[in-house]
């Protein structure tokens, strides 16, 4: 059974945000709602496609969700359940902030990967190894408690954005090609691009540059012959 798009709070915790974008003109809440209703209906049903064929996870039954929660900045993001069903979440300001149904189709597709691409367990397996051998390493050096645990932390940090800005290229390049079967412009989509601060080379950093994602959405289009 298809997902379905559900207008509620989302429980689970989030992933990384998205850099915040620049003030963009709001769309009516009538034009936004209906844009995203409509991109849903194209894109989900390839997402679901492409997350059975490659094989990567084992639940492929998307649920998309608008996170209405009071205050929240223009984000989408993808997380799991309890049961492991993986969650497409989009606050009210990005749909609104869209520019036009390419950018919900991008963005919905970038989501999407994420969770056919197995970045979540993916992430928290280097999360693990990093809080490991970050603690390993501060009890050899003669640490006390407090400070092995304070190199846990820093040390799952580190492994848990360790792949992050590969992961982030990764999603961006199946995202186009998801946005792309399901009828939509992915280089038009990532001009959202050009509205975001450019996150650069931030230490511990989350996200690549503007730049390089729109490099690998042209590589993408251009090997797809698009």
Known sequence: ??????????????????????????LPVETAAENFVAVVARVE????????????????????????????????FQTLDEAGRP?????????????NRDELAFVLGHEAAHHI??????????ALAGAVLAG??????????QAVATAQDLGATVGARRFSKEFELEADSLGT????????????????FDRMPDPGDQFLG???????RK????????????
Request: hydrophobic share 45%; aromatic share 4%.
């Open 87 to 99: 969650i497409l979440a989009f606050t009210v300001p990005l749909i609104r902030d869209a520019r």
């Open 1 to 26: 059974m298809q997902g379905c798009v559900q207008i509620g709070p989302v429980m689970t915790a989030p992933a990384a945000p998205l850099p915040e974008l620049e003030a963009a003109p709001i």
């Open 117 to 126: 691409a197995g970045h979540i367990p993916r992430q928290q397996n280097t």
């Open 206 to 212: 989350t996200h690549p540059a503007n730049a390089d």
């Open 177 to 192: 090609e998801i946005a792309l079967v399901a009828g939509y412009d992915p280089m038009l989509g990532a001009a959202f």
């Open 136 to 145: 390993v390493l501060a009890q050899v050096s003669g640490a006390g408690e």
């Open 45 to 76: 049903p390839v997402a679901e496609q492409y997350c059975r064929s490659l094989r990567r996870v084992a639940n492929c039954d998307f649920r998309i969700v608008i996170d209405d929660r009071p205050g929240q900045p223009p984000n989408a």
């Open 215 to 226: 490099r690998v959405v042209a590589a993408t289009l251009a090997r797809l012959g698009g």
